[in-house]
């Protein structure tokens, strides 16, 4: 599938391309009130898709194995699977809401054999032989509950997980010097980041802390 990035309607910064993602959605009426379309316009998947571009082993046929934390409507699970047709996409997520399971559905029909979704809880599923027997994961994004423990527990789960030097992605994380005007679903997940940072278990390759994303990889422990 070729990737389709779109100019904002102002005709400004280029943004990605949900709109065969939002036609199903609207299909199946599903009342999406969350998600990286309805906050960022696209602009957010546009981030996450140069992020995970420049992969050296995304260039190739073998596999690239993406684990996501948090799937609800499948925004950044379908950025991850366009963005090659080799991309597979195991999504963990709590199943709290009904659409959750329908993309699920489309995605097996429409990206066959390459997604699948474990429900659950993250601190649980990431403990399950179904995931740690498969793992060695190319790339993690993180966009699971947006306390600090469930942040620090996903980061301390998904470094078992990826092989080493993978790419780690962490949603909802912002300037740790505005951390008393970051909105509450910010703040768990930037302390859990720059904890890890300061105390030398992540290397912060970048951010955006307008969008909320922090992306690096895991030290050797």
Known sequence: MATRLLPNSRGGAIHYDYSELK????????????????????VEGKLLHDITRPSPTLSGET????LEIGMNAGHSAWVFLTAA????VTSVDIGYYAHTRQVADWFAERFPGRHRLLLGKSQQVLLEPEVTTTGGYDAAFIDGAHSYKA???????????????GLLIMDDVGNPA?????????KGPTKAWYEAVSAGGIEEVGHDWNVKVAWGRYFPS
């Open 23 to 42: 036609a199903f959605l609207k299909g199946i009426r599903a009342n999406v009130a969350c998600g990286h379309s309805g906050h960022y316009g696209g």
């Open 63 to 66: 596999p690239y194995k993406i």
């Open 85 to 88: 047709p080799h991309v597979h």
């Open 151 to 165: 942040a620090n527990l996903d980061l301390q789960n998904v470094r078992k997980l990826l092989r080493p030097g």
């Open 178 to 186: 505005e951390m008393s005007s970051l909105a509450r679903w910010h």
